[in-house]
């Protein structure tokens, strides 16, 4: 499907080594907000932020009940093996903080 046109389904199966990327919900599940509030933490190690296939420069993308896109942020590096996207959008503000725990990892 062409970017942007909130025609996605995902293909994300029990094992997350087929799964795209940055299907995170797929991998993860999906993230209920309680008190407009949401704190996750997750362990991925299919999303580097580094090498050929980082998700530096990438966005993160969060989607309301309906598929709608409430937010979005660009990806960006802070310092080595660590990222933020910030989110401010039409209400709905926050932060994804990355990071990649070992400086083996690819």
Known sequence: HAAGDGDYTSTCTADVSQCEVGDLSGKHGMLTATQNSITAFFTDTYLPLSG??????????????????????NIQELRSRSAV?????????????????????P
């Open 85 to 105: 996207a910030t989110l401010d959008y039409s209400g709905v503000r926050g932060r994804v903080r990355l990071q990649q725990q070992s400086p083996w990892d």
């Open 52 to 73: 050929a296939n980082t998700i530096i420069g990438r966005s993160i993308v969060f989607h309301n009940s309906s598929s709608a896109r409430i937010a979005c942020s």
